[in-house]
């Protein structure tokens, strides 16, 4: 069960965090005061990438740690099988805990690993990129992609502990900052309309060292996601809102190589809404607002592909069921509804 362990003063930088069922904990704050804290006390073996270990190396060095490589390219399971020989190793156990420090590639992959060796052992994270925090490392999927699509393999499977520190963005391209808000968008549009409207004031060009803001935005993203798979864990219900933009991101992103998740994820919503107004679902007032938050957030809004070419690929979506697939909708800044359709209505909608 959700629910906060402290009342959140956004005007105050502290700690805080949400707490998953009774077994996971997400916490936005400091890294090198929530780690000691959190961890268990038995062995530890970190799970990373070696980006990660180039910029804090430090935070890796107390433990046996595994580096993967970097990208989606890294994302299979074949990553998955070295992960294993090497746990083997090294000798690890059901009483070893596994701990992910990366964005949401690494997460996914050390949750994945994590849950399924020796059938499962106890694990973390420390997740260090926007996308990461306020999407990837939430809620408990992991898993990897097979042959292009994403995430056709995984697991769902709650992380003890996932910790947020928004300090460590101050290192992330710009690129990979800008991916993460998409997703914190997506939760604005979905059930936060101030989270919107906080982004529709912010200054994009600095909100990455405003830590205060940061803070409070990142906190109010997860909030949404948090509340979301509280109801419906496995995503037989609600939590298939969390996949707006996403059947027409992840088909970008099967086909070409041009965009990274976030960037695919912005197309995604502005196709999604357009089609809403066509559809008499979405005021078109509010799709103005979408467009406008998304272009001032810097993201091309133009498909690296052909509709047809993404229209393919969604026939292979993990949200379809047979001939029918679960849509998702805004129906207005802050709500958004979920039809299922038959695959061919969808796509001809597009």
Same mark, same amino acid.
């Given at each position: 069960?959700?629910?906060?362990?402290?009342?959140?003063?956004?005007?105050?930088?502290?700690?805080?965090?949400?707490?998953?069922?009774?077994?996971?904990?997400?916490?936005?704050?400091?890294?090198?005061?929530?780690?000691?804290?959190?961890?268990?006390?038995?062995?530890?073996? +970190? %799970?990373? *990438?070696? $980006? &990660?270990? #180039?910029?804090?190396?430090?935070?890796?060095?107390?433990?046996?740690?595994?580096? =993967?490589?970097?990208?989606?390219?890294?994302?299979?399971?074949?990553?998955?099988?070295?992960?294993?020989?090497?746990?083997?190793?090294?000798?690890?156990?059901?009483?070893?805990?596994?701990?992910?420090?990366?964005?949401?590639?690494?997460?996914?992959?050390?949750?994945?690993?994590?849950?399924?060796?020796?059938?499962?052992?106890?694990?973390?994270?420390?997740?260090?990129?926007?996308?990461?925090?306020?999407?990837?490392?939430?809620?408990?999927?992991?898993?990897?992609?097979?042959?292009?699509?994403?995430?056709?393999?995984?697991?769902?499977?709650?992380?003890?502990? +996932? %910790?947020? *520190?928004? $300090? &460590?963005? #101050?290192?992330?391209?710009?690129?990979?900052?800008?991916?993460?808000?998409?997703? =914190?968008?997506?939760?604005?549009?979905?059930?936060?309309?101030?989270?919107?409207?906080?982004?529709?004031?912010?200054?994009?060009?600095?909100?990455?060292?405003?830590?205060?803001?940061?803070?409070?935005?990142?906190?109010?993203?997860?909030?949404?996601?948090?509340?979301?798979?509280?109801?419906?864990?496995?995503?037989?219900?609600?939590?298939?809102?969390?996949?707006?933009?996403?059947?027409?991101?992840?088909?970008?992103?099967?086909?070409?190589?041009?965009?990274?998740?976030?960037?695919?994820?912005?197309?995604?919503?502005?196709?999604?809404?357009?089609?809403?107004?066509?559809?008499?679902?979405?005021?078109?007032?509010?799709?103005?607002?979408?467009?406008?938050?998304?272009?001032?957030?810097?993201?091309?809004?133009?498909?690296?592909?052909?509709?047809?070419?993404?229209?393919?690929?969604?026939?292979?979506?993990?949200?379809?069921?047979?001939?029918?697939?679960?849509?998702?909708?805004?129906?207005?800044?802050?709500?958004?509804?979920?039809?299922?359709?038959?695959?061919?209505?969808?796509?001809?909608?597009?």
């Amino acid at each position: 069960m959700f629910y906060f362990c402290s009342p959140i003063q956004y005007n105050v930088v502290m700690d805080f965090s949400i707490k998953v069922k009774d077994y996971s904990e997400v916490c936005v704050g400091s890294v090198a005061d929530l780690l000691p804290r959190l961890l268990p006390d038995k062995r530890v073996i +970190v %799970i990373s *990438d070696t $980006n &990660l270990d #180039r910029y804090y190396h430090s935070m890796l060095e107390p433990f046996d740690h595994i580096l =993967i490589g970097l990208g989606e390219s890294s994302k299979t399971l074949l990553t998955i099988d070295t992960i294993y020989r090497r746990l083997i190793e090294l000798g690890a156990d059901r009483s070893t805990f596994i701990l992910g420090i990366g964005g949401g590639i690494v997460t996914d992959i050390a949750g994945f690993a994590a849950a399924t060796y020796m059938r499962g052992v106890e694990f973390g994270f420390v997740s260090t990129t926007l996308l990461g925090q306020v999407d990837a490392s939430v809620g408990g999927k992991n898993g990897v992609n097979v042959d292009g699509y994403k995430n056709m393999v995984g697991t769902f499977r709650q992380p003890r502990f +996932v %910790i947020c *520190d928004v $300090n &460590l963005l #101050r290192t992330l391209p710009v690129r990979e900052f800008r991916s993460g808000l998409a997703e =914190i968008i997506k939760s604005g549009i979905i059930a936060d309309k101030e989270l919107f409207e906080m982004l529709e004031n912010a200054d994009f060009s600095t909100l990455q060292r405003d830590t205060t803001l940061l803070q409070q935005i990142v906190y109010r993203a997860i909030s949404v996601k948090a509340s979301i798979v509280e109801r419906d864990e496995c995503e037989t219900g609600d939590r298939r809102l969390l996949n707006l933009g996403h059947t027409l991101a992840h088909a970008i992103e099967k086909t070409s190589s041009k965009m990274n998740h976030g960037e695919a994820v912005a197309v995604g919503l502005s196709l999604i809404a357009e089609v809403a107004v066509k559809g008499g679902i979405l005021a078109q007032s509010d799709n103005e607002r979408i467009q406008n938050l998304l272009q001032r957030a810097g993201f091309c809004l133009e498909s690296p592909i052909a509709m047809s070419q993404m229209l393919k690929a969604i026939s292979k979506d993990k949200k379809s069921e047979g001939n029918f697939i679960n849509a998702v909708f805004p129906r207005a800044i802050g709500e958004c509804i979920v039809e299922k359709m038959p695959l061919d209505e969808f796509k001809a909608l597009f």
